[in-house]
Every structure is written in structure tokens, then in C-alpha cells.
């Protein structure tokens, strides 16, 4: 399935790939040739360990270009008081009385942990184009759903300390 990635996340990715090729890919070259300069290879860790870097660092080059050339390019297309991209949200959670906070993010830069939910999570999908003071039920699956009501929402739009996923 294809990405939906904002400009930003395209940016972002375009230069982790730049700097993963001009400066991480060399350096790891050579790490690998003067690991196997040091003799024996069939007992020599620091071969294997290099190779695997640098192994590691072309699957990811790879997994990126090919996130790029399948990926969908979204816009914010909320209207100001709308949750939309980037926003953060305050939601009140009647079943649990509690209130939580969350950014509205891509996919790729979700983080369920520092409360960046993603716009293809159902919690996500759900609250896109609604306003301050109504109630939506999110349905999770076929037999559970939940009503959150949004309280407030901060269209600040600052996404430069939002990270890429690493896979």
C-alpha cells in the first residue's frame, strides 16, 4: 500500500537518503575494507559487523526511494477550526473521564507513545474535519466503538521535530 506523505515528510525523506549516500554509505565502505584488511575473514567480527551496517544502511536507501516513488502526496484540506493535518487535538474520553492530547500525523511519523496518531488509525480517520465541541464515535471494529468528544484544538502546524519511522 502506498504512503500518504506531506511535503515535509518528502523533504525529510529526500535528505535522510542524500546523507545516508554521501556520508553514512563511505564511511561504512571503508569501515568494511580495513575490517577485511585485518586478515583472516572466517573469524574476523569486525568484517561481519561492518558488512551488516552497511548492508543495513542500503536496505534502508532502498526503502525509502521505494516509499517515495509509491507514495501518495496529501494536503491539509481542513478548514481553520477543523481538525486536520498536523493538528493537535485535546479529546475528552466520557467512558474512562479522562482528557488526553494528540498530534495528527502521517503514518510514518505516528508515535502512539509521545501521542502522534496517525491519520489512517481509526481514532485519526474518525476526527478529520470535525470542530471543537462535537462528539464522534470512533469504531475501532465490527463490535466496539467509542465516543470522544474534541475540546480543543491547536492548528500550529510545526512538524520540524516530528521523526520518520525507522524500520
Do not use: C, W
Not at 22 to 51: H, M, T
Amino acid at each position: 500500500m502506498a504512503e500518504r506523505l506531506t511535503k515535509t515528510d518528502v523533504e525529510k525523506i529526500e535528505a535522510e537518503i542524500e546523507k545516508r549516500k554521501l556520508e553514512i554509505r563511505p564511511q561504512l565502505i571503508a569501515e568494511v575494507k580495513e575490517a577485511r584488511a585485518q586478515g583472516d575473514l572466517s573469524e574476523n567480527f569486525e568484517y561481519y559487523a561492518a558488512k551488516k551496517a552497511k548492508n543495513q544502511n542500503e536496505s534502508r536507501i532502498r526503502y525509502l526511494e521505494n516509499m517515495l516513488k509509491f507514495a501518495t502526496i496529501v494536503e491539509d484540506d481542513s478548514k481553520s477550526g477543523e481538525v486536520g493535518m498536523n493538528n493537535t487535538v485535546t479529546l475528552y474520553f466520557p467512558e474512562d473521564d479522562m482528557e488526553e492530547t494528540y498530534k495528527i500525523v502521517t503514518s510514518i511519523r505516528s508515535n502512539s507513545l509521545k501521542g502522534k496518531i496517525s491519520i489512517e488509525s481509526p481514532l485519526g480517520k474518525a476526527l478529520l474535519g470535525h470542530k471543537v465541541g462535537d462528539t464522534v464515535t470512533i469504531k475501532v471494529d465490527d463490535d466496539y466503538s467509542y465516543d470522544v468528544e474534541i475540546r480543543a484544538i491547536d492548528e500550529s502546524t510545526d512538524d520540524a521535530e516530528d521523526e520518520i519511522k525507522s524500520f
